[in-house]
């Protein structure tokens, strides 16, 4: 059974940091690329980041670039999302989702298109106060 695990969201001043952890199971985790998404109330998902878990290849968004690391531990099946110098406009539920990238061109995964992403998993909420 395939599953992706997002936690490690909550509530944190701006300014502030979290670190966002993604577990997953089920398949060959080095043959996919793990991308982050977020959804604010009443906003459309944005794509924030992804990562390949084969070669290490990472995208960020514009929106997060110099304050959002992601990273890859392939021994745990995890990857992370780091996130520094929050701001309120970073509230929002989080989800990580798994992309097969084996023959498959990288800008399929940094175009950061939900629907090309084969699983999903639940979201974790990031609050990010005044």
């Known amino acids: 059974e395939v599953q992706l695990q997002a936690f490690g969201g909550g509530l944190v001043q701006a300014g502030g940091s979290l670190r966002l952890s993604c577990a997953a199971s089920?398949?060959?985790?080095?043959?996919?690329?793990i991308g982050w998404f977020r959804q604010a109330p009443g906003k459309e998902r944005e794509g924030v980041s992804c990562i390949s878990s084969s070669d290490g290849s990472t995208y960020y968004a514009d929106s997060v670039k110099g304050r959002f690391t992601i990273s890859s531990d392939n021994a745990k099946n995890t990857t992370y999302l780091q996130m520094i110098s929050l701001k309120p406009e970073d509230t929002a539920v989080y989800y990580c989702?798994?992309?097969?990238?084996?023959?498959?061109?990288?800008?399929?995964?940094?175009?950061?298109?939900?629907?090309?992403?084969?699983?999903w998993g639940q979201g974790t909420l990031v609050t990010v106060s005044s």
């Open positions: 989702a798994a992309l097969f990238v084996r023959g498959t061109p990288w800008v399929v995964a940094t175009d950061m298109l939900g629907y090309e992403y084969d699983y």
């Open positions: 089920g398949f060959t985790f080095d043959d996919y690329a």
